[in-house]
């Protein structure tokens, strides 16, 4: 092992088409960590005779470890031997999902979680700096594209799977499922993920006080949102403590670089605009299924289908959009993206009862198109937005806000549902509010000057 003072990889020259596609493979399997489970926790809670607010912790206890360890991961993947760090991440999440397939106890499967979580997250923040050193920045938006292709369409599918694996094998057959495809991805990057050589870092002090200060208040604040509702006094409480751990993180001096980074007002414009588009979720993962149940009666089914009109949106548009942001560049493309999306969003301002469940999806579809046009090229723009020598940081910040943005969408939607004198007031109010967030998205967006992003020149 060696200290984190590395010189990582260099930028690229050519495309390794290869270690694109195994990124975007393995970003799919962690992401799939979370997102598969959700159809296995009443047979959790049946098993372990736990109560349905106990299971989910099976979601959290993963989901804030890859939060929390994103920004120590990107400054990691800075100057770490990347194919490394990469291959110690996916062996990492294929021995956690071992364990929780064999766990015996609740306990002992939340343990598994968190650790797969903590450790196999480490790839998401190294995404960024694997990007640039994998793929020519003429090609940066295809390749983006790519990634975020292989987790729409294969995150749709692994959803869908889940039922019959579970209906198959039950819950623990889920886990042994990600142990296999970690395993296939861990294969991928060792042989795709440029390497320096040097083997995998020594943690050092800076490293672990960066996920200490850093990690435990990105983890605090995602608490917040899980509690804001159920329980208020918890959320203040993680609020609070994520205030006062961040105000500890941009004290130390080994994070001036990062905060000399989030103060260019080009990126941090950026990212706060991605958090705010990131917040459609609350219309998808809220407000819609809830005026698909409660207004117009629809089976839990046809409410999935009508949902993945958006899925089908995003899937059809992201290569378009990729070779795009090549063609015209990513900022450009990125801030059409966000118009579009304003655009799209107004139909869905006015749906009510006598709406169609076929008008419905396909105004949900055409949201999913106009949020393919902007999702990559933005996070291509931010890379681009970044110095090359700080590119896993700044990828690290497209991950950590736009878990944020997501958490925060469905949160707002809910508590404005919960003003509406009706369920068609309360879809309207939550739908208009975030149609605000995503307006306020957009003109941060603006604020950035896209438009004076030079197009990188053709290999």
Do not use: C, H
Request: positive net charge; without cysteine; aromatic residues 6%.
């Amino acid at each position: 092992m060696t200290t984190t003072a590395n010189v990582a990889a260099p930028e690229a020259a050519t495309t390794r088409w290869g270690a694109i596609l195994a990124v975007g493979f393995a970003q799919l399997v962690v992401a799939g960590g979370m997102s598969t489970l959700a159809v296995a926790l009443p047979a959790i809670r049946t098993d372990f005779t736990v109560t349905e607010a106990a299971t989910a912790w099976v979601l959290l206890s993963y989901a804030l470890p890859v939060g929390a360890v994103a920004i120590a991961a990107g400054r990691l993947a800075d100057r770490a031997d990347l194919r490394a760090v990469a291959v110690f991440a996916m062996a990492a999440l294929t021995i956690g999902s071992v364990a929780a397939a064999l766990a015996p106890s609740f306990g002992l499967l939340l343990a598994a979680r968190a650790f797969a979580g903590l450790l196999g997250g480490l790839l998401f923040g190294m995404t960024g700096r694997i990007i640039v050193t994998s793929a020519a920045p003429s090609q940066r938006g295809r390749a983006m594209s790519a990634i975020a292709l292989l987790m729409t369409v294969g995150g749709m599918g692994m959803v869908g799977v889940g039922g019959f694996l579970m209906a198959a094998f039950d819950w623990r057959g889920l886990f042994w499922v990600l142990a296999v495809m970690s395993a296939v991805a861990l294969v991928a990057m060792a042989v795709t993920v440029p390497s320096n050589g040097t083997g995998l870092p020594r943690p050092d002090r800076a490293l672990l006080v960066d996920v200490a200060t850093s990690g435990s208040a990105i983890a605090a604040f995602l608490l917040a949102f899980e509690y804001v509702d159920s329980d208020p006094l918890i959320a203040s409480g993680a609020l609070v403590s994520s205030v006062v751990l961040g105000a500890v993180w941009v004290r130390q001096k080994t994070s001036a670089p990062t905060v000399v980074l989030l103060r260019s007002p080009l990126l941090s414009g950026a990212l706060l605009s991605l958090t705010l588009m990131s917040a459609v979720t609350g219309l998808l993962n809220f407000s819609l299924p809830y005026l698909l149940t409660d207004v117009q009666g629809a089976r839990p089914e046809l409410v999935s289908m009508v949902l993945l009109a958006f899925i089908g949106g995003v899937a059809v548009m992201t290569p378009v959009a990729g070779w795009l942001a090549d063609r015209f560049g990513s900022g450009r493309v990125s801030l059409a993206g966000a118009g579009l999306v304003i655009v799209a969003v107004v139909p869905l301002l006015f749906v009510d009862a006598a709406t169609g469940l076929v008008a419905l999806g396909v105004r949900i579809g055409l949201l999913g198109v106009a949020f393919g046009v902007f999702n990559s090229p933005m996070n291509t723009y931010l890379l681009a937005s970044a110095p090359a020598e700080q590119s896993g940081t700044a990828g690290a910040f497209i991950a950590t806000t736009r878990t944020i943005g997501s958490s925060l969408g469905p949160v707002l939607a809910a508590l404005a549902w919960g003003l509406g004198a009706t369920a068609v007031d309360g879809y309207r109010l939550s739908a208009w509010t975030i149609a605000a967030l995503l307006l306020l998205g957009a003109a941060l967006q603006v604020t950035t000057k896209p438009w004076r992003t030079p197009v990188p020149a053709a290999a």
